[in-house]
T-cell receptor, first 114, second 113 residues
Framework: DADVTQTPRNRITKTGKRIMLECSQTKGHDRMYWYRQDPGLGLRLIYYSFDVKDINKGEISDGYSVSRQAQAKFSLSLESAIPNQTALYFC?????????????FGPGTRLTVL | DQQVKQNSPSLSVQEGRISILNCDYTNSMFDYFLWYKKYPAEGPTFLISISSIKDKNEDGRFTVFLNKSAKHLSLHIVPSQPGDSAVYFCAASEWGGGFKTIFGAGTRLFVKA
């Protein structure tokens, strides 16, 4: 079974709709992240959480919100989706301290906003 | 302002030859540099890393070189194999715990059989 799972894998929605992307992990990591990938821009950080009670904005948090329901679950919401939020979204986890900062990624959610 | 830049969107190499992927950065405070590999329909997976206090790290066919004075790192793959065809992301981490990791835009590597 995959260590980091994301649901749904693909989603098409309309402008103005609320949508939630979910992420679960079995790695036992405290730190979780949400990124979006756009062509030519690499991965950009939306939100990150160091533990259940610690949530922080990343580089591009406008238009997004998150919820850390448990150590293993971190969800990303788009309150009112807009077309420029069409992208590939990745959830990732990492250990708390030390090491190289290696992150473990889920398979991604492809979101299309019409 | 892109702190991590991969200036080559794509690279094509013949099987068996060396692939060299390049990355430049601007922030001298980065502690670790990492390379991730991404296949279609999958998330990125960690490939190799290097500490800012080292200048070389090798793992099998993969070697990463760091030139701090030039703020430049490169990933060498020798010999290249068709299964290496993927998108490679360069990343830099300011703290070892994974916080504030900045990713480059990626380089798509094609290894021709």
């Amino acid at each position: 079974d995959a260590d980091v799972t994301q649901t749904p894998r693909n989603r098409i929605t309309k402008t103005g709709k609320r949508i939630m992307l979910e992420c679960s992990q079995t790695k036992g990591h405290d730190r979780m992240y949400w990124y979006r990938q756009d062509p030519g821009l690499g991965l950009r950080l939306i939100y990150y959480s160091f533990d259940v009670k610690d949530i922080n904005k990343g580089e591009i948090s406008d238009g997004y919100s998150v919820s850390r329901q448990a150590q293993a679950k971190f969800s990303l919401s788009l309150e009112s989706a807009i077309p420029n939020q069409t992208a590939l979204y990745f959830c990732a986890t990492s250990e708390g301290t030390g090491g190289t900062g290696e992150q473990f990624f889920g398979p991604g959610t492809r979101l299309t906003v019409l | 302002d892109q702190q991590v830049k991969q200036n080559s969107p794509s690279l094509s190499v013949q099987e068996g030859r060396i692939s060299i992927l390049n990355c430049d950065y601007t922030n001298s405070m980065f502690d670790y540099f990492l390379w991730y590999k991404k296949y279609p329909a999958e998330g990125p997976t960690f490939l190799i890393s290097i500490s800012s206090i080292k200048d070389k790290n090798e793992d099998g066919r993969f070697t990463v070189f760091l030139n701090k004075s030039a703020k430049h790192l490169s990933l060498h793959i020798v010999p290249s194999q068709p299964g290496d065809s993927a998108v490679y992301f360069c990343a830099a981490s300011e703290w070892g715990g994974g916080f504030k990791t900045i990713f480059g835009a990626g380089t798509r590597l094609f290894v021709k059989a």
